[in-house]
């Protein structure tokens, strides 16, 4: 797989089997969130976002969020979040939320 980054419209095929060839690697425990469900982005404390969108990079799958507040410094460097102007994360950069925390 090569590193180009690509967005898809949907779950593309992949596997979570880390030494897989040529299928897309999703790196989390739990299934690939879906479109409209949030998630925390753990990595630079992100924090709570919604998914808009897919895209893989390297090889790994990852979803396209947009953060509800993210720090300072991120809108600085990426500009105001939104489905147009997504993060990219990968599994291992994320958390689900529980039903219950959402509420």
């Known amino acids: ?9 949907t779950v593309p095929p ?6 897989a060839q040529d299928m897309l690697k999703w790196s ?3 299934d ?6 949030d998630v925390i982005i753990r990595m630079n404390s992100i924090g709570r976002a919604k998914v808009v969108g897919y895209a893989s ?6 979803v396209m969020t947009a953060p509800y507040g993210p720090p300072d410094w991120w809108i ?9 102007n997504p993060a990219l994360a990968f599994g291992t950069e994320i ?4 039903a219950e925390e959402g509420k």
Do not use: C, W
């Open 14 to 19: 992949h596997t979570r089997d880390p030494f």
């Open 76 to 84: 600085r460097q990426n500009g105001l979040p939104s489905s147009d």
């Open 32 to 37: 690939v969130p879906s479109i409209g469900e």
């Open 95 to 98: 958390s689900r939320i529980d």
């Open 57 to 62: 990079q390297g090889g790994y799958l990852g």
């Open 1 to 9: 797989m090569k590193t180009r980054f690509r967005r898809h419209a």
């Open 28 to 30: 989390a425990d739990f």
